[in-house]
């Protein structure tokens, strides 16, 4: 499995570089911030898997972060809504690790803390979301995905398909009618960590699509400029979209 991507924001630059020092040391890539503003800019352009927002910034606060993450419908801010999310704050601030958890937080921790504490409840955050995403079948409308089956059908029946086809799929899936950038999909999809030529993705994509295609539906739809995403039936009118070819 490739190593979990993590969003740390914190201001204090002897925590962050503490912690961004163990987490990589763990095997996690770290993404860091110190402000509202630029967290706000890698989860735009970043896909992390689990994100740490310490509640006082410079610039606001990470509960409101928080609540910018949850609100998102994933398309027109590009944030993912299910983005798992660990807390961090200050002893005796009950009311806030209260608001927190009101807000969507995954888990809170409490400083000081001891990093192997921290450590844990991460890994106990990134699997429980994993066991959500792999477990039960995905429907949407008359398509359905088995995860654990590698299995998808239309109305019923059964569509071949390769196994990158299957994980393209599947990734698209996880947030249906998120939009997934070219660089995200060839990133978690084929493991390519810098941007490189689309005509892998674009090729399979359109492949999916034909496999798909029932009754007129459509539901792998290319986002021109942007990259793919699912929709439930005929392609929404007045969205920027195309079909995958």
């Given at each position: 499995m490739?190593?979990a991507?993590l969003?740390?924001v914190?201001?204090?630059?002897?925590?962050?570089?503490?912690?961004?020092?163990?987490?990589?040391?763990?095997?996690y890539?770290?993404?860091?911030?110190?402000?509202?503003?630029?967290?706000?800019?890698?989860?735009?352009?970043?896909r992390?898997?689990?994100?740490?927002?310490?509640?006082?910034?410079?610039?606001?606060?990470?509960l409101?972060?928080?609540?910018?993450?949850?609100?998102?419908?994933?398309?027109?801010s590009r944030?993912?809504?299910?983005?798992?999310?660990?807390?961090l704050?200050?002893?005796g601030?009950?009311l806030?690790?209260?608001r927190?958890?009101?807000?969507?937080?995954?888990?809170?921790?409490?400083?000081?803390?001891?990093?192997?504490?921290?450590?844990?409840?991460i890994e106990?955050?990134?699997?429980r979301?994993?066991?959500?995403?792999q477990?039960?079948?995905?429907?949407?409308?008359?398509?359905e995905?088995?995860?654990?089956?590698?299995?998808?059908?239309?109305?019923?029946q059964?569509?071949?398909?390769?196994?990158?086809?299957?994980?393209?799929l599947?990734t698209l899936?996880?947030?249906?009618?998120?939009?997934?950038?070219?660089e995200?999909l060839?990133?978690d999809?084929?493991?390519?960590r810098?941007?490189g030529?689309t005509?892998t993705?674009?090729s399979?994509?359109?492949?999916?699509?034909?496999?798909?295609?029932?009754?007129?539906?459509?539901?792998?739809?290319?986002v021109?400029g942007?990259?793919?995403?699912?929709?439930d039936?005929?392609?929404?009118?007045?969205?920027?979209?195309?079909?995958?070819?």
């Open positions: 490739d190593p991507t969003l740390l914190e201001d204090d630059p002897v925590i962050r570089l503490f912690l961004a020092d163990n987490l990589t040391a763990d095997g890539d770290v993404l860091v911030a110190e402000t509202v503003h630029d967290a706000g800019r890698l989860l735009e352009r970043s992390p898997d689990l994100a740490v927002f310490d509640v006082h910034l410079p610039d606001g606060s990470g409101d972060l928080l609540r910018r993450v949850r609100a998102s419908d994933g398309l027109a944030l993912d809504p299910t983005l798992p999310v660990v807390m704050s200050g002893a601030e009950e806030d690790r209260v927190g958890l009101e807000r969507g937080a995954d888990d809170y921790v409490v400083k000081p803390f001891a990093y192997p504490e921290l450590r844990l409840r106990a955050v990134l699997r979301a994993r066991t959500r995403v477990l039960g079948t995905l429907r949407i409308g008359s398509l995905i088995d995860p654990a089956g590698r299995a998808a059908s239309v109305r019923g059964r569509v071949e398909l390769a196994a990158k086809e299957f994980a393209l599947r899936a996880s947030a249906p009618s998120r939009v997934f950038t070219k995200e060839l990133r999809v084929w493991g390519f810098a941007a030529s005509r993705l674009d399979h994509a359109c492949r999916l699509r034909q496999k798909l295609r029932a009754d007129g539906d459509e539901f792998v739809v290319n021109w942007v990259g793919y995403r699912l929709v039936g005929p392609a929404p009118s007045g969205f920027p979209a195309r079909s995958a070819s």
